[in-house]
């Protein structure tokens, strides 16, 4: 038996977020980021509609970018003291995430992070508040996705939690909020949507119910991904859409090792500087681990319906499997994200030397692929690799170079 499962409302197009004024509630607590919310004038908008539907509210401001095992536990602290009935969370993935985790623990003021990372492990929510999304970013789709992503720096790793009981209740999908993007970021969770779309595409829970909102999504972020970088507002609020797609696919078929890598590499070299931005690690992996899971006869087969979709030519699978890989590195270079962790500058971009230097992440190479093999993506990647085989991988990401194992 297989289950899907979704947010039971979603508010969509120009002007959504006006369905906030439709929530029955006495108490809502809204968790926001570091600011483009306020500054946007999104964040004020947000209270009056609450306040119009006769909800006390109260902020929980700062979410921080890859939210902290700290943040989430003082955002909870925040929850206890006001007691929502509803958790309203605005932004990207990250200040919707910590939210997410923040809810659980003020649904369940006992329990641990260690506790909250059993994946599917998730005591039944709903019993303190309902949670609303209200994504900002057109990437993560964490709106609509049974998953939060959690960074424990002691450790410099990322934990994703997994359960459908953090799947929120109703998701907002307004474009005007994402039309504020920079480019860098719309760049960076365009290609995070792609990878969602692709993984979910390929993975072993793959499925009807989830197989047409993946290729939708491809076909979507194909067309409008590019140009919405290079500043078209229609194609923007396309690509809000199409990555909410990705997210209802991958949210129900999982993703695979692209997401394990990045979770595992994203904060791994922060003490050199910098965090290797999740959307932008997806995109330099995801053609390296089509490569390695094309040795898969059936994965080899999916790529390749994916690039029939597409219309990128090619008569056999191989060539296929090759022509996706190339239009994805394209992508990358119109969209000024490097091929390899080496060319990784600290600011992101592409440069001769990254700010991950060579004999640094050789030293952690070992550690960083035992916990990618770990990660809770790894599970539903069509091929698992072993410890050797995830070594090397890592290594033609760093420098680029052809996966021929
Ligand atoms: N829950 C999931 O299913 C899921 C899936 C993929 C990734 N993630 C996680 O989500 C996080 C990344 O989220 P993200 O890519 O959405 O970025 P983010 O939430 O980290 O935001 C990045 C920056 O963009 C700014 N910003 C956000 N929206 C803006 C807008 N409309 N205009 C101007 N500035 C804006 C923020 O203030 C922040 O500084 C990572 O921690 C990643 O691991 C979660
Ligand atoms: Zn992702």
Not at 123 to 141: D, V
Not at 230 to 251: I, P, T, V
Not at 294 to 313: C, S, V
Request: aromatic share 8%.
């Amino acid at each position: 038996m297989a289950r899907f499962t979704l947010p039971r409302d979603l508010y969509h197009g120009k002007g959504a977020m006006e369905a906030l004024k439709t929530l029955p509630g006495k108490r809502a607590m809204i968790c926001v980021g570091g600011g483009s919310m306020k500054r946007f004038g999104f964040l004020d908008k947000a209270v009056a509609y609450l306040k119009e539907a006769g909800m006390e509210v109260e902020l929980f401001e700062g979410i921080e970018p890859d939210p902290s095992v700290d943040t989430v536990m003082k955002g909870a602290a925040a929850m206890e003291k006001f007691q929502p009935d509803w958790i309203v969370a605005m932004g990207g993935g990250s200040p919707i995430d910590a939210a997410k985790a923040m809810w659980i623990k003020y649904e369940y003021p006992e329990i641990t992070f260690e506790e909250m990372c059993k994946v599917f492990g998730i005591p039944p929510l709903r019993r303190k508040a309902r949670f609303c999304a209200i994504s900002s970013t057109s990437g993560t789709a964490t709106e609509v996705t049974a998953f939060s992503v959690i960074t424990d720096y002691q450790k410099g790793i990322k934990y994703p939690l997994a359960d459908f009981e953090i799947t929120p209740d109703v998701a907002i999908v307004d474009p005007d909020l994402a039309e504020t993007m920079p480019k860098k970021l719309v760049a960076h969770t365009g290609m995070d949507a792609m990878t969602h779309a692709i993984e979910a595409y390929v993975s072993t829970a793959n499925c009807d119910y989830t197989d047409p909102l993946a290729l939708h999504a491809i076909k979507m972020i194909q067309a409008d991904l590019v140009g919405s970088y290079n500043g078209d507002m229609e194609k923007r609020d396309a690509m809000h859409n199409a990555q909410c797609l990705a997210g209802r696919a991958f949210s129900n078929a999982l993703l695979g090792i692209v997401h394990s890598m990045a979770h595992k590499t994203g904060a791994a070299f922060a003490d050199y500087g910098a965090h290797i931005i999740h959307g932008a690690a997806n995109a330099m992996y995801l053609p390296k681990v089509i490569a390695f899971n094309a040795k898969d006869a059936t994965a080899a087969k999916r790529y390749a319906e994916i690039a029939d979709f597409m219309k990128l030519g090619g008569s056999t699978v191989e060539e296929k499997v090759a022509l996706l890989i190339a239009y994805l590195r394209k992508m990358n270079d119109d969209l000024n994200i490097p091929q390899c962790i080496q060319h990784y500058g600290a600011d992101s971009y592409p440069c001769e030397q990254g700010f991950v230097p060579e004999e640094v992440f050789l030293e952690r190479l070992p550690e960083i692929a035992k916990n990618a093999i770990g990660d809770a993506c790894t599970g539903s990647n069509p091929r698992q690799p072993s410890q050797e085989e995830m070594e090397k991988l890592l290594k033609c990401c760093y420098y680029d170079t052809e996966v021929d194992f």
